[in-house]
């Protein structure tokens, strides 16, 4: 049996979103899906005990920062990131391709891999598709994501062309050096930059090497959300409909909506945490400054329509005198209330798709949610 297996429950009558299973080794979670993320095998702020009880199934791990510190060899020694975190449920590891992306002048692409300067401390390093497989299966994750190249934001053409094909060769080296059997299941990354005819090959390509799941990568990298809808809406289509879809680094209210509409199904962001510990927080009606003045005597909780443990427990008039204060219990309760609202959110929408209400629920969100207070 695979390690990874999607289970389409329902699809929409009118639109592409659909609500199914993702079985892993780690338990079987309802899709679509919100991804808290682990960056260095912890989601900042919060326990596990935490995540479980707001609903989280799985979190991200990221494997350039594992790989630099504390070693995959140490997580391998701990019985796995599993052990190593005391989480019992489903890891996704990304590949660590859009951190070397990330790092500009500090690193060099080659079609063997990437060589880079550690930001810890300067060190030589380099990665390729079959050093992340290694690092990743040492890790042990339920999802293993193979090696890419992020086409920045803007790019040309021939850049495009040429990044998106060492892509698909990395691609069939990572699966040539993936080994992880019944225990862990490896995704292809779709890239192409912001062509559809590249979209198109990468898509083509890559089913053709018979992943058990698929990412959309190369988005939110800078381009405008319009942009990224168009991509989505020509690429999602042509990815099978029996396998997950993965949309990478997307997590703000709105183009999780729109992701579902063209048929995502997991979806990952720094976006609810990071901003949670600068004091921003989203609500069903937008997103609020909570350390603003003009709630220094605002006695409600941060969304009267949450459930969340700072809702039924805290007021914005304290939460912002925490944030004054720079107490620790701010940013923790801003964190605990901005990942159980995309949790639930994503529930909802599940419920939505379920009933068939999905462009009802769609319109509804669009009419309510301000994307700035």
């Known amino acids: 049996m695979a390690a990874i297996q999607y289970e389409l429950i329902k699809q929409c009558s009118h639109t592409g979103a659909r609500a199914g299973r993702l079985h892993t080794p780690h338990g079987t979670f309802d899709t679509p899906i919100f991804m808290p993320v682990g960056t260095q095998g912890t989601v900042k702020a919060m326990s596990p005990h935490e995540l479980k009880e707001m609903g989280a199934g799985i979190i991200l791990g990221n494997t350039y920062h594992l790989f630099l510190r504390p ?49 810890l401390d300067g060190s030589k390093q380099f990665l390729s598709p079959e050093k992340s497989m290694e690092v ?19 790019a040309e053409y021939d850049y495009a062309k040429q990044s998106t094909e060492r892509t698909t060769r990395w691609a069939e080296r990572c699966r040539e050096a993936f ?96 901003v949670a510990r600068n004091g921003t927080v989203m609500t069903h009606t937008g997103r609020l400054v909570v350390k603003n003045a003009e709630f220094a005597r605002d006695f409600r909780p941060i969304d009267e329509h949450c459930g969340c443990y700072t809702c039924r427990n805290f007021t914005r008039a304290y939460i912002r005198h925490l944030f004054k204060a720079e107490e620790i219990l701010g940013l923790r309760l801003t964190t605990i209330h901005n990942l159980y609202f995309l949790l639930q959110f994503m529930r909802d929408m599940r419920q939505a798709i379920l009933e ?18």
């Open 179 to 274: 080994c992880g059997g019944n225990r862990q299941g490896l995704f292809g990354i779709v890239q192409g930059g912001m062509y559809k005819d590249l979209r198109s090959q990468s898509v083509r390509e890559l089913v053709s090497l018979d992943f058990p799941g698929y990412a959309v990568g190369g988005l939110s990298v800078g381009e405008s959300k319009p942009l990224m809808y168009e991509m989505l809406e020509h690429t999602v289509p042509q990815l099978p409909s029996g396998k997950p879809r993965y949309l990478m680094g997307v997590g703000t209210p709105d183009c999780l909506v729109e992701g579902v509409l063209y048929g995502i199904d997991m979806f990952d962001c720094v976006f609810p945490t990071r």
């Open 71 to 119: 070693g995959h060899d140490l997580v391998a020694e701990a019985g796995g990131l599993h052990s190593f975190i005391n989480w019992d449920r489903g890891i996704l590891t990304d590949s660590g391709g859009f951190q070397v992306f990330s790092l500009g002048d500090l690193r060099k692409i080659t079609e063997e891999g990437v060589a880079f300067r550690s930001h």
């Open 356 to 373: 068939d209400r999905f462009v009802a629920f769609r319109d509804n969100f669009r009419a309510g949610y301000e994307l700035a207070r």
């Open 136 to 154: 990743q299966m040492a890790l042990g994750s339920d999802i293993v994501m193979a090696f890419d190249e992020c086409v920045p934001y803007p």
